[in-house]
């Protein structure tokens, strides 16, 4: 049976499935099905300094292959997760977590992340660049290779952890901001996050998300995120986890043959709660089907040749 | 909650656009009268969360209203059909709060979980009365179910085409002694119940576009009392002290 296990950045994984942050809330819902311990990894729902409420209602809607969610980071603060969650985490999931973490000024994503350094279970920071920063007019830190790299270089200033930035695809060069993001000290990247887009209702003729738009992912997503990993394994070296409507092995080995390290699995476990445990399943069987006895041997397998 | 695949056995048209569907399967997951399944058709990303109406072990009955294509697809299943069933979900009544004087108020569909809390109800000893409130008399479903579990069953229509005219809130004012309600159906009619000035307390069952239906994707929450909830995993039933209505609607 072929070897699982991949390395980020340091950070031994025992296989490169990691539910995607968002989709998977701090475990304890998928914990009440299966044993966590068979996950790589898994990035816990994206946190923010203070608790946020989110958005108003609907904040989902369906579309062809996939759907749009503006939950708006609805998540109880760094705090009250490093009070709560982390132990409860610790009871449920022994490897390696990634902590994801949000923030809409350079001082709290440095204050964020600086506030995990003693929790030794948060072995990678995810940091997600998709926020709106309150000094720039709300200028979205993502969309910018600057304001990408300022985020960088203020996280890394304050942790010894591994900083993985989790890129928007709502730009127009992802491999821009990736190359500044590396060039600023990231030690890997994640991408893709959501797609911005909306639906409007026939009968009211608005927007169905409160929000009027909303983040696309599912399969929908799958080629344009996996177009963007090919693209951002060209521009830089630091390894990259890839994510965006995988919903089976065959799709995270075509993620790996593109450029991904590891691959993250987001709005597959939302309608197949156990997405996550079948697609591990089923890696064994997909390595020899491409002849591999390492999997690690597929990163950018797909460039070469 | 329990994955697992059920098969469809039979389906009944009951009105114009509303469906019994009576499914086969491990309803070991079913725990309370309210609770709902999360339900995976072919062709359609998100599952789509049914009410269940009554089950047995070995099945499970449900009444859908025709609202979109996917559940127009569910009602023209054919019987031996298997569906991919997320089962269990949510916290469902809780009857053993209802008091001497309990009174079951549906709306529309909003009336399906009620017919397996009241058979349990009645089960356990409890009397509730019933009031059930449709558009007219056309679109009224389950009468003779409900009227014979032995509960006293007062109707009314917006048209007045069958029992009271006006709302399920004109029959409850006419039983004054009902001083606890369980209740479910559309946003407007919940909050017509909940101001009743004659309720000592009552649970409401609310709706709401889900993402994943168990809790994981904070796409369903919802502003309570207690700060924000989801209507997926810490409701559907929401208890009456704890609803904040200017922010639901």
Redesign the interface.
Same mark, same amino acid.
């Given at each position: 049976m072929a070897n699982l296990s991949v390395n980020l950045a340091g950070v031994e994984l025992k296989n490169p499935i990691i539910p995607a942050s968002? !989709?998977?809330?701090y475990g %304890? $819902?998928?914990a $009440?099905?299966y044993d966590l311990n068979i996950l790589g990894s898994f990035s816990w729902?994206g946190t923010t300094g203070a608790a946020r409420?989110?958005n108003?209602?609907? %904040?989902?809607? $369906? !579309?062809?292959?996939?759907?749009l969610?503006a939950?708006g980071l609805?998540n109880p603060g760094i705090d009250a997760v490093i009070a709560r969650e982390v132990p409860h985490i610790a009871e449920i999931f022994q490897g390696p977590v990634i902590a994801n973490v949000g923030g809409f000024s350079l001082d709290e994503y440095a204050e964020n992340c600086a506030k995990l350094n003693d929790v030794d279970q948060v072995a990678i920071l995810e940091v997600n660049i998709s926020c709106p920063n309150v000094h720039a007019g709300g200028k979205n830190f993502g969309c910018d290779p600057h304001a990408a790299a300022e985020v960088t270089r203020a996280v890394k200033a304050v942790t010894n952890k591994p900083v993985f930035m989790k890129l928007t695809p709502n730009v127009t060069d992802i491999a821009e901001i990736a190359r500044a993001c590396e060039d600023a000290g990231a030690d890997g990247l994640c991408l893709i996050n959501t797609l911005l887009g909306m639906r409007i209702d026939l009968n009211t003729k608005r927007p169905v998300i409160a929000n009027r738009t909303g983040g696309l992912s599912?399969?929908a997503v799958f080629p344009v995120a996996l177009r963007m990993v090919w693209d951002v394994y060209e521009a830089v070296k630091i390894p990259i986890i890839g994510c965006g409507g995988v919903s089976s092995a065959e799709d995270a080995a075509e993620m790996m043959l593109a450029g991904a390290a590891a691959v993250e699995v987001g709005?597959a476990?939302?309608?197949?709660?156990?997405a996550c445990k079948t697609i591990i399943e089923h890696l064994p069987a997909v390595c020899q089907r491409l002849g591999v006895d390492h999997i690690s041997e597929l990163t950018g397998g797909a460039h070469h040749g | 909650?329990k994955?697992s695949l059920f098969t469809l056995e039979h389906t009944r048209q009951l009105t114009d656009d509303t469906y019994e569907l009576v499914l086969s399967g491990d309803t070991s997951a079913i725990t309370a009268p309210g609770q709902f399944v999360n339900i995976?058709l072919p062709g359609? +990303?998100?599952?789509r969360p049914i009410s269940i109406c009554n089950w047995t072990d070995q099945a499970l009955m449900l009444l859908v209203k025709v609202v979109g294509d996917g559940t127009r697809e569910l009602v023209r299943c054919v019987p031996g059909t298997e569906l991919d069933v997320?089962s269990g979900l949510g916290n469902g009544f809780d009857p053993a709060r209802a008091g001497a004087h309990p009174v079951l108020a549906g709306g529309g569909i909003g009336i399906a979980p009620l017919y397996g809390l009241a058979q349990r109800m009645r089960d356990a000893g409890q009397a509730p009365t019933v009031a059930l409130g449709f558009r007219s008399a056309k679109d009224a479903f389950y009468l003779e179910e409900f009227a014979s579990l032995g509960c006293r069953l007062l109707i009314a229509t917006e048209d007045g085409s069958l029992g009271t005219r006006g709302f399920v809130t004109d029959c409850i004012r006419n039983v004054p002694e009902c001083d606890y309600v369980l209740c479910c159906g559309p946003l407007p009619m919940l909050k017509a119940v909940h101001s009743l000035p004659q309720l000592t307390d009552g649970q409401f069952s609310f709706e709401?576009?889900? /993402?994943?239906g +168990? /809790?994981?994707?904070? /796409?369903?929450?919802?502003?309570t009392r207690d700060g924000?909830k989801r209507v997926c995993?810490d409701g559907p039933i929401l208890y009456k002290e704890e609803i904040v209505w200017r922010?639901?609607l």
């Open positions: 968002g !989709t998977f809330g %304890r $819902e998928y $009440e099905l729902k409420l989110g108003p209602q609907p %904040r989902i809607a $369906e !579309t062809a292959g996939g759907m969610n939950v609805q599912g399969p709005a476990n939302l309608v197949d709660p156990m | 909650m994955q995976q359609r +990303f998100l599952r997320l709401a576009r889900m /993402g994943c +168990f /809790g994981a994707c904070m /796409g369903c929450s919802i502003p924000y995993k922010t639901c």
